[in-house]
């Protein structure tokens, strides 16, 4: 289990059945964890949650600070050509846009002349990239392409988080801003506040949220040298700077500003404000409020410790469309509480309210009708029917109301086209759609409640559901809670119930932030839930665009000795899926990458902790799948005293049969290549192979694994053969009788997506033996498997090879036989799939 919060996260049983892959062990993907399943949330979904954003929703009128949810991610249209080559640019800047001057500073080329459309999409895009693409690498002089407005124009930028530095702001401070919304930005300071009044003629939309250092300057003052000599540089708030000179500025704002920033002084320049958000800002005062009474149509005040003065002030407000005095219910004690008086004097004073939100409060009087007096029937959003008594004055519904954890979202009639709370999907949905951009706190009990919804109901707005959670993993990938919560909810919105739901793209979308979730929080539960949300995709098929960076991640999960045992279980599981049925390309590089070594040191710890456990197994099976065909791999295996972890684990566990299966399965793969043959020619690797032959562990397998080994051997000749004992003889004769004791229609646990192996001990007379077994492993393929062997020993030139031994005098009578066989098989097949239609 999986500890989160004091809760316990998301723990899977993983399969216990698997299919085989060419001498591998492929386990069956696409497929899930079984089991029950166990994501529990941090809370339930009766805990109380809260909730509050600066933000209108969608259809409103009122402007707001943007919660930028990707686009439309139902279809597999492709990419418009200015999104790609938007992203050509970014990944290419010195060999596109800009060059390299002095080797390091980006400068535009003197040809290129960008309109603001294009100027605006590039800046707003490389910050999705910093922010979102973990693979993409922010270039320290980007913004200085834009620092001359004769060439490129910047109108609407969005910067967000510690991208954005004071030189930044100052390459840019030539342009003729319009909208600057700078999201937690906390690398700033009052070096950019003095920048922004370059912007002061032009900006019309200011966001300054979290922005907490902005008005910190550094200062190094005498009389302070004993606290300098530990901290040469000591912070001053600023308390001198205003917006002066901002006539254009309508919208602002300065939502979680740090305490002792002087508000009033500091607003009271701005003489036609239309939007303000001052959330988490503390003022006893709110007089100052007035002044934009006849201009002021959106006001935030989430988390403002409210009194009676305050609501005074706010009814004065008379333009007021959209109001906000939503509360994080957890955060801290809040004297104030809501009361039926209020709520009217709200509908009776803000005649143009569209948009209100109260989430988070408590209710001091009940504001409620009575069950009996609520009108039976299908729920209605008309104000005369509402449920909340001081609602029923509204001239017409509300666009927006914020409900979320009181207990007023749990009412029958809400005058409202939209509700955020937490009584159904759809409340939840909206809440998480309102706050994601400035409220992580609310968003992550939110997606937490929508988590239980996906568990224990079904999501009947799936593709909604996916586009939220998605955008708030990249909009919070630092934050524990979202990243938490988000991966949970994404293991359960994209399980097989909901596949055929889910395009090509979206799929692809959820795999990038989940592993954009992976690289960025190294947090055991984020990378469990993120491992297990994996297990939905068919693999390797759906993780092949992003093979490489998903087998670093998890080669990096694995390489901790002190690793929780669940996500190796489910680490080791995906490693193994990633190397089978892959070409021996990608086998190769995900070896260079130190898989075979960290799956060594996997196996070593185990056999040290004297445990044969999932791990363990799995290891060995992916030892075998990435041997497969792949010399430098198996050569890797042998350099890093794979041979006697093997004689170890065999001592250590001589009942273990699929682990037995595992590890000759990969001792196959050894053998097959020549060059590292002489390595398994010592008397103690013989004799255990000679051993296993009698096996009768998992079927056949392992005794014809093991005769498989020493094929190979036996082929290279008698002059090979360096050892006394056993004696060469005496091996070949235990191998015949092996071979001899099988069941020609036993059903197999393996998947050859290749014959080259075997076909090559056909054509030769050195090792009967050898060519006896490769003939028994064709027969008794294409005999309980026509459909997928026969095309394929057909396609790789078998049946020749197979006709040509039959000629052979060194042949014996009972290998020829059984050729004969195999031809017959795949002729009558070939007859059976003729295409007569023409």
Same mark, same amino acid.
């Given at each position: 289990?999986?500890?989160?919060s004091?809760?316990?996260?998301?723990l899977?049983?993983l399969?216990?059945g698997?299919?085989?892959?060419?001498?591998s062990n492929?386990?069956g993907?696409?497929?899930?964890?079984?089991g029950?399943?166990s994501l529990?949330?941090c809370?339930s979904?009766n805990d109380?949650v809260?909730?509050? #954003?600066?933000?209108?929703?969608l259809?409103?009128?009122?402007?707001?600070?943007p919660?930028r949810l990707?686009?439309s991610?139902?279809?597999?249209t492709p990419?418009?050509?200015?999104?790609?080559?938007?992203?050509f640019?970014l990944?290419?800047?010195d060999?596109?846009?800009?060059y %390299?001057?002095?080797?390091?500073?980006?400068?535009?080329?003197?040809?290129?002349?960008l309109?603001?459309?294009?100027?605006?999409?590039?800046?707003?895009e490389y910050?999705?990239?910093?922010?979102?693409?973990c693979?993409?690498?922010?270039?320290?002089?980007?913004f200085?392409?834009?620092?001359?407005?004769?060439?490129?124009r910047?109108?609407r930028?969005?910067?967000?988080e510690?991208?954005v530095?004071?030189?930044?702001l100052?390459?840019?401070?030539?342009?003729?801003?319009?909208?600057?919304y700078?999201?937690?930005?906390?690398?700033?300071s009052?070096k950019?506040?003095?920048?922004?009044? +370059?912007?002061?003629?032009?900006?019309?939309s200011?966001?300054?949220?979290?922005?907490?250092?902005i008005?910190?300057?550094?200062?190094?003052p005498?009389?302070?040298?004993?606290e300098?000599?530990?901290?040469?540089?000591c912070?001053?708030?600023?308390k001198?700077?205003t917006?002066e000179g901002?006539?254009?500025?309508?919208?602002?704002?300065l939502?979680r500003m740090?305490?002792g920033?002087?508000?009033?002084?500091?607003?009271?320049?701005l003489?036609?404000?239309?939007?303000l958000?001052?959330?988490g800002i503390q003022?006893?005062?709110?007089?100052?409020?007035?002044?934009?009474?006849?201009?002021?149509v959106?006001?935030?005040?989430?988390?403002?410790?409210l009194?009676?003065?305050h609501?005074?002030v706010?009814?004065?407000l008379?333009?007021?469309?959209?109001?906000?005095?939503?509360r994080d219910r957890l955060?801290?004690?809040?004297?104030?509480?809501l009361?039926?008086?209020v709520?009217?004097l709200?509908v009776?004073?803000?005649?143009?309210?569209?948009?209100?939100?109260?989430s988070?409060?408590? *209710?001091?009087?009940?504001?409620?009708?009575?069950?009996m007096d609520?009108e039976?029937g299908?729920?209605?959003i008309?104000p005369s029917?509402?449920?909340?008594m001081?609602?029923?004055?509204?001239?017409?519904?509300?666009?927006?109301l914020?409900l979320?954890?009181t207990?007023?979202?749990?009412l029958?009639?809400i005058p409202?086209?939209k509700?955020?709370g937490?009584?159904n999907?759809?409340?939840v949905?909206?809440a998480?759609e309102?706050?994601?951009?400035?409220?992580?706190? *609310?968003?992550?009990?939110a997606?937490?409640? %929508?988590?239980d919804?996906a568990?224990?109901?079904?999501?009947?707005?799936l593709l909604?559901?996916?586009?939220?959670?998605?955008t708030?993993l990249?909009?919070h990938k630092?934050d524990?809670?979202i990243?938490v919560?988000?991966?949970?909810?994404?293991?359960?919105l994209t399980?097989?119930?909901?596949?055929?739901?889910?395009?090509?793209?979206?799929r692809?979308?959820?795999?990038?932030?989940?592993l954009?979730?992976?690289?960025?929080?190294?947090?055991?539960?984020?990378?469990?839930?993120c491992?297990l949300?994996l297990c939905?995709? +068919?693999?390797?098929e759906e993780?092949?665009?992003?093979?490489?960076?998903?087998? #670093?991640l998890?080669?990096s999960?694995?390489?901790p000795?002190?690793?929780?045992?669940?996500?190796q279980?489910i680490?080791?599981?995906?490693?193994?899926?990633?190397?089978?049925?892959?070409?021996?390309?990608?086998?190769?590089?995900?070896?260079?990458?130190?898989?075979v070594?960290t799956?060594?040191?996997?196996?070593?710890?185990k056999?040290?902790?004297k445990?044969?456990?999932q791990?363990m197994?799995?290891?060995?099976?992916?030892l075998?799948n990435?041997?497969?065909e792949t010399?430098?791999n198996? #050569?890797?295996?042998?350099?890093?005293?794979?041979?006697?972890?093997?004689?170890?684990?065999?001592?250590e566990f001589?009942?273990?049969?699929?682990l037995?299966?595992?590890m000759l399965?990969l001792?196959?793969?050894?053998?097959?290549v020549?060059?590292?043959?002489?390595q398994?020619?010592?008397s103690?690797?013989?004799?255990?192979f000679?051993?296993?032959?009698?096996?009768?562990?998992?079927?056949i397998?392992?005794s014809?694994n093991?005769?498989g080994?020493l094929?190979h051997?036996m082929?290279?000749?008698? #002059?090979a053969?360096?050892?006394?004992e056993?004696?060469?003889e005496?091996?070949?004769?235990?191998?015949?009788?092996a071979i001899?004791?099988?069941d020609?229609?036993?059903?197999?646990?393996?998947?050859?997506?290749?014959f080259?192996?075997?076909?090559?001990?056909l054509?030769?007379?050195?090792?009967?033996?050898?060519?006896?077994?490769?003939?028994w492993a064709?027969?008794n393929?294409?005999?309980?498997y026509?459909?997928?062997y026969?095309p394929?020993?057909i396609?790789?030139?078998?049946?020749?090879l197979?006709r040509?031994?039959i000629?052979m005098a060194?042949?014996?009578q009972e290998t020829?036989?059984m050729a004969?066989k195999?031809?017959g098989?795949?002729?009558n097949?070939?007859?059976?799939?003729m295409?007569t239609?023409?």
């Amino acid at each position: 289990m999986l500890e989160s919060s004091g809760t316990a996260w998301i723990l899977e049983r993983l399969p216990k059945g698997m299919t085989r892959c060419r001498k591998s062990n492929r386990m069956g993907w696409g497929c899930k964890p079984e089991g029950q399943g166990s994501l529990i949330g941090c809370g339930s979904a009766n805990d109380p949650v809260s909730a509050g #954003e600066s933000l209108l929703p969608l259809g409103a009128p009122v402007l707001n600070w943007p919660t930028r949810l990707p686009p439309s991610m139902a279809s597999d249209t492709p990419e418009s050509l200015m999104a790609l080559c938007t992203d050509f640019c970014l990944r290419n800047l010195d060999g596109t846009l800009g060059y %390299l001057l002095d080797k390091e500073t980006l400068r535009l080329h003197p040809d290129i002349f960008l309109p603001s459309e294009i100027c605006d999409r590039l800046v707003n895009e490389y910050v999705e990239l910093v922010n979102a693409a973990c693979n993409f690498e922010p270039h320290e002089s980007f913004f200085s392409l834009f620092s001359d407005p004769r060439s490129t124009r910047l109108t609407r930028i969005h910067l967000r988080e510690d991208l954005v530095q004071d030189q930044d702001l100052e390459a840019i401070r030539k342009q003729d801003l319009v909208e600057l919304y700078l999201t937690n930005c906390e690398k700033l300071s009052a070096k950019s506040l003095q920048t922004l009044r +370059s912007f002061s003629h032009t900006l019309v939309s200011l966001s300054l949220f979290g922005c907490a250092n902005i008005f910190y300057e550094e200062e190094n003052p005498g009389g302070c040298e004993d606290e300098c000599l530990v901290n040469p540089t000591c912070q001053v708030l600023v308390k001198d700077f205003t917006f002066e000179g901002f006539s254009r500025l309508r919208f602002l704002n300065l939502g979680r500003m740090i305490d002792g920033v002087p508000v009033e002084s500091l607003l009271r320049p701005l003489s036609s404000l239309a939007a303000l958000d001052l959330s988490g800002i503390q003022t006893s005062d709110a007089a100052f409020l007035t002044q934009w009474k006849d201009s002021l149509v959106s006001l935030v005040l989430y988390n403002m410790d409210l009194s009676d003065d305050h609501i005074r002030v706010i009814v004065q407000l008379h333009k007021l469309r959209h109001l906000d005095i939503s509360r994080d219910r957890l955060s801290s004690y809040y004297k104030f509480k809501l009361t039926r008086k209020v709520l009217s004097l709200f509908v009776q004073k803000l005649g143009n309210l569209m948009s209100l939100d109260i989430s988070g409060h408590m *209710i001091l009087e009940n504001c409620s009708i009575s069950k009996m007096d609520e009108e039976a029937g299908q729920t209605s959003i008309e104000p005369s029917k509402s449920s909340i008594m001081p609602f029923r004055a509204l001239k017409r519904p509300l666009q927006f109301l914020g409900l979320f954890e009181t207990s007023l979202c749990r009412l029958t009639h809400i005058p409202a086209y939209k509700v955020s709370g937490d009584k159904n999907e759809e409340q939840v949905l909206n809440a998480i759609e309102a706050y994601t951009e400035h409220r992580p706190e *609310i968003t992550s009990r939110a997606i937490n409640l %929508l988590f239980d919804i996906a568990r224990i109901e079904r999501c009947n707005q799936l593709l909604r559901a996916l586009k939220l959670v998605i955008t708030a993993l990249k909009c919070h990938k630092y934050d524990k809670n979202i990243q938490v919560t988000g991966s949970a909810a994404l293991f359960y919105l994209t399980n097989s119930e909901y596949r055929s739901e889910q395009s090509v793209k979206l799929r692809r979308q959820v795999i990038q932030v989940v592993l954009n979730g992976m690289e960025s929080y190294q947090e055991v539960t984020v990378q469990r839930n993120c491992c297990l949300t994996l297990c939905n995709f +068919s693999i390797p098929e759906e993780l092949e665009f992003q093979y490489r960076r998903v087998n #670093e991640l998890l080669l990096s999960i694995l390489n901790p000795t002190r690793q929780d045992e669940s996500i190796q279980r489910i680490a080791v599981h995906l490693c193994n899926a990633l190397v089978c049925q892959v070409d021996n390309d990608h086998k190769e590089a995900v070896g260079k990458m130190g898989f075979v070594v960290t799956m060594l040191k996997l196996i070593q710890k185990k056999l040290l902790d004297k445990i044969c456990d999932q791990v363990m197994e799995f290891s060995w099976s992916a030892l075998w799948n990435i041997t497969d065909e792949t010399p430098d791999n198996c #050569e890797m295996f042998l350099n890093f005293n794979g041979m006697k972890l093997f004689l170890d684990c065999l001592k250590e566990f001589p009942e273990k049969q699929e682990l037995h299966r595992n590890m000759l399965g990969l001792l196959g793969n050894v053998a097959e290549v020549k060059e590292l043959r002489p390595q398994l020619m010592t008397s103690q690797f013989i004799s255990v192979f000679s051993n296993l032959l009698e096996s009768k562990a998992d079927g056949i397998e392992v005794s014809y694994n093991a005769c498989g080994v020493l094929s190979h051997i036996m082929f290279d000749g008698p #002059e090979a053969w360096g050892i006394c004992e056993p004696q060469r003889e005496e091996v070949e004769e235990r191998m015949w009788a092996a071979i001899q004791s099988w069941d020609i229609n036993s059903r197999r646990n393996i998947n050859y997506r290749s014959f080259e192996p075997i076909l090559r001990l056909l054509p030769q007379g050195i090792s009967p033996v050898s060519q006896h077994w490769a003939t028994w492993a064709l027969y008794n393929l294409v005999s309980v498997y026509p459909d997928k062997y026969c095309p394929l020993l057909i396609k790789e030139g078998g049946l020749p090879l197979l006709r040509d031994m039959i000629k052979m005098a060194t042949a014996r009578q009972e290998t020829k036989e059984m050729a004969r066989k195999v031809i017959g098989h795949c002729s009558n097949f070939k007859e059976e799939n003729m295409d007569t239609s023409r």
